[in-house]
């Protein structure tokens, strides 16, 4: 059992917590994900990792309410217990040896990241930010990047806060006022990934985006998390989760990621059903 | 007494009705039927049946006490060598192995050796284990990575001997492919998981979800966290597919993710239970394996109406078990054979079809099983919306890429001495699919074996 050791909302439907996990914390690197169990029977979920702490044992996830296991986990509260939590899985983000770097989070991507933004700029590369989010309250983890990185830019999509505009808009203004990146890392949504990665690609600059696709395991058991990176199979668990932009298939992986729409929206319907029937 | 030549019928559900329900297939002997069995037994003096087990279990010493109706002396003496009979019982391919070397098999069938096991470890399976006979802890720190059969052999072995024994497993729960591989009708998990609580009571430790390799290494086993020795049973975990066309189209599944979907996370429940798993109307699954004929009948039973198994090779060379052959026969599963897939056939991002080409049987390959060669211009296509890859897995690389030292195979199997199970690190053992590639339970149960007498060896000269 894995004790919650501080729980905040971030953003309508966004939420923090800090989970005891020493044996986690202790080999936690940036771009590493955990997967977790919320509670007896319930579903195995990965969930990247949003900061850690291997001294005082504990490691920071951010997630989204998007699904059942999701609003199950934002239930629990401070001093409550998550039934599983292991990790660290998958490949550790390569920050090194870049000078310039932008780093462009969307959402809930913002989470996995700052503990790469906070790495890079404590080994003294130049990392410049943009956050994506679809209004002001879903800007997430402002002020800790802002003391991490030379420069934070912000747009949303309705204008409430920063520019009003995609990630796409403020990347175009950023190179295009003559801004010099060798890398560029890129997460959050699917489709954004694929805006920012067909973007760079045209300015010829490296790109590294992070998948988050539907898994089990999260050992490399189950193949389920398998993309397509330069026309050959990966998986996503243990050769990932980050992967060079240009060369991921991002229409499949929008595909894989809506397998079980059907099943989730019967499950939705059936926990409705449930609760119609103790009303 | 006429001397009886075939083993007495053990029930079974009605194929009809089983084939909807995740049930156990086979409802085992009651004490009458056991006892008639067990006196079929000739009691050879030299029995061969025992160099048959990769375990060494005194068969007709436990027949024997059988045949009296004395089940306590035969499970104890079944216990002697074997922790999970319960499991053995079931799953072991004993017409390859203890039933193959009866005598009786010369003239008809060989004593029901499987069965035997089974009804004396299902009849005290809810009975604790005594724990007053512990023996005294010897002071020493055994780690084993793995909470599948060899692993929990090999832990069973060496905390009877003293040790302190943790094991480190990686899922949320115990059992390895007996939990998450295995399907309920065939072994149901409420009996695995009362065998391997038995073990607790010998005193070893577990520690699920912990990861070898990412969350702790092998050497920090060996190191800070003062382990005397480590005991790999990491077994075969990463899944192949084909490389042909369309294999990440949505709907096609390797076994393993399929099956660990339906066994462990108990995606036959959904919506009751949380983890969802495709059902398909027409499914096909590729291979001929047990793991094959596994994801066939879980395919049947969650509801498809037309369920295929599809292998390159005849029903001949199938290396599935035949009573799992014969079942899923029985439950009106369609064998393709000799045909292999070229393509997976998609509308939209979902499978539609599996394109297939007819085979015929060549010249004997280095298995020793005539090779199959494509017939030109004979490819057909099956109406399929489910596809699952069950033709093997390979070991999982995450202990070697962190274990420097321990060597491996091209292939990526670990390499160890046959006998002892000592690999090329000082200190570490290993066994199982992680050494042998997919194999059988009972396999990796007696790799277990060895290597927990090995480690007793080392140790104790120490």
């Known amino acids: 059992m894995y004790k919650i050791l501080e729980k905040k909302v971030l953003a309508p439907a966004m939420k923090l917590m800090r989970i005891h996990a020493p044996l986690v914390a202790r080999k936690a690197m940036p771009g590493q994900f955990i997967i977790l169990r919320v509670m007896e029977g319930g579903e195995r979920i990965p969930l990247t990792i949003a900061d850690y702490n291997p001294s005082e044992g504990w490691v920071t996830i951010i997630f989204q309410e998007v699904g059942e296991t999701t609003r199950d986990l934002g ?19 390569e920050l090194d040896g870049f000078d310039s770097v932008l780093c462009i989070g969307g959402g809930v991507g913002t989470a996995p990241l700052y503990p790469q933004i906070k790495y890079m700029h404590e080994k003294g590369t130049k990392v410049d930010v943009i956050i994506g ?10 002020e800790p990047i802002r003391s991490n990185c030379s420069n934070l830019y912000i747009a949303t999509d309705d204008g409430s806060y920063g520019q009003k505009g995609f990630v796409t808009d403020l990347l175009k203004q950023l190179i295009e006022s003559g801004k010099k990146y060798d890398h560029i890392i890129a997460i959050g949504p699917m489709i ?21 696709p539907i898994m089990v395991d999260g050992t490399g058991m189950c193949g389920g998390c398998r993309v397509s990176v330069d ?11 980050d992967f060079d932009g240009h060369l991921v298939d991002f229409d499949e992986a929008m595909r894989r990621s809506q397998m079980y729409k059907q099943e989730e929206q019967q499950k939705h319907d059936c926990n409705l059903l449930r609760m119609g029937g103790e009303l | 007494m006429p001397m009886i030549m075939t083993k007495t019928p053990v029930r079974e559900q009605d194929p009809q009705v089983r084939r909807y329900n995740f049930d156990e ?17 000739l009691q050879c003096k030299k029995p061969m049946c025992v160099t048959g087990c990769p375990v060494n279990v005194q068969i007709p010493q436990f027949i024997a006490a059988l045949s009296e109706g004395r089940v306590r002396d035969a499970l104890q003496i079944i216990k002697e060598t074997n ?19 009866c005598i009786l098999a010369k003239k008809g069938e060989s004593v029901a050796i499987g069965r035997l096991e089974r009804f004396a470890a299902d009849y005290f399976l809810d009975e604790e284990e005594p724990v007053d006979n512990l023996p005294q802890p010897n002071g020493k720190k055994v780690a084993v990575v793995g909470g599948g059969p060899a692993g929990l052999t090999a832990a069973a072995d060496l905390a009877k001997l003293g040790y302190e024994v943790t094991i480190f497993e990686a899922f949320h729960e115990l059992g390895g492919v007996l939990i998450y591989g295995i399907p309920e009708f065939r072994l149901p998990k409420a009996l695995v998981k009362k065998e391997i609580e038995k073990l607790k009571n010998l005193g070893v430790k577990f520690q699920t979800n912990v990861i070898i390799g990412k969350t702790i290494t092998v050497d920090e086993l060996l190191g800070e966290e003062g382990f005397d020795a480590v005991f790999i049973g990491s077994g075969a975990g990463l899944p192949k597919f084909m490389n042909i066309p369309g294999e990440n189209l949505n709907g096609v599944y390797s076994a393993n993710e399929y099956l660990t979907r339906i066994n462990l996370m ?10 969802p798993v495709k059902r398909g109307k027409k499914v096909c699954v590729v291979g001929g394996g047990n793991v094959a004929m596994d994801a066939a009948r879980s395919a049947l039973r969650l509801g498809a109406d037309e369920v295929h198994i599809v292998y390159r090779r005849s029903i001949e060379e199938m290396p599935a078990r035949q009573e799992e052959v014969h079942h899923a026969v029985e439950e009106g599963i369609i064998f393709d054979m000799l045909t292999n897939p070229v393509e997976i056939i998609g509308e939209d991002g979902w499978v539609k079809g599996l394109k297939c080409i007819r085979m015929e049987l060549g010249e004997p390959d280095e298995s020793g099983r005539r090779r199959p060669i494509p017939v030109p211009g004979s490819e057909f296509t099956i109406e399929a919306d489910i596809v699952i890859m069950a033709i093997g897995t390979s070991p999982n690389p995450l202990i070697k890429a962190t274990t420097p030292g321990l060597e491996t195979h091209k292939w990526g199997g670990i390499i160890v001495d046959e006998e002892t199970g000592a690999t090329s690190k000082e200190g570490v053992y290993a066994g199982g699919d992680a050494v042998t590639g997919a194999a059988t339970v009972i396999l990796a149960m007696g790799a277990g074996k060895k290597a927990a007498k090995a480690i007793h060896e080392k140790l104790s000269h120490q």
């Open chain 1, 75 to 93: 239930r629990l509260e401070e001093g409550d217990y998550i039934k599983d939590f292991v990790g660290p899985l998958g490949r550790a983000s």
């Open chain 1, 133 to 142: 989010a679809r209004s002001k309250d879903y800007v997430i983890l402002e």
């Open chain 1, 192 to 212: 954004m990934m694929k805006m920012v990665c067909k973007l760079t690609k045209e300015y010829g600059i490296p790109t590294t985006v992070s998948m988050n």
């Open chain 1, 231 to 241: 026309g050959k199979i990966k998986y996503a668990c243990v050769d990932g989760p």
């Open chain 2, 25 to 41: 297939v086979c409802l085992g002997y009651n004490m009458e039927e056991a006892i008639q069995e067990a006196n079929r037994c």
């Open chain 2, 83 to 101: 922790n999970l009979p319960a499991v053995c019982g079931r799953v072991c391919p004993q017409e390859e192995q203890c039933e193959k070397q």
């Open chain 2, 266 to 275: 108990k995606a036959y429940d959904f919506p009751h239970s949380h983890t």
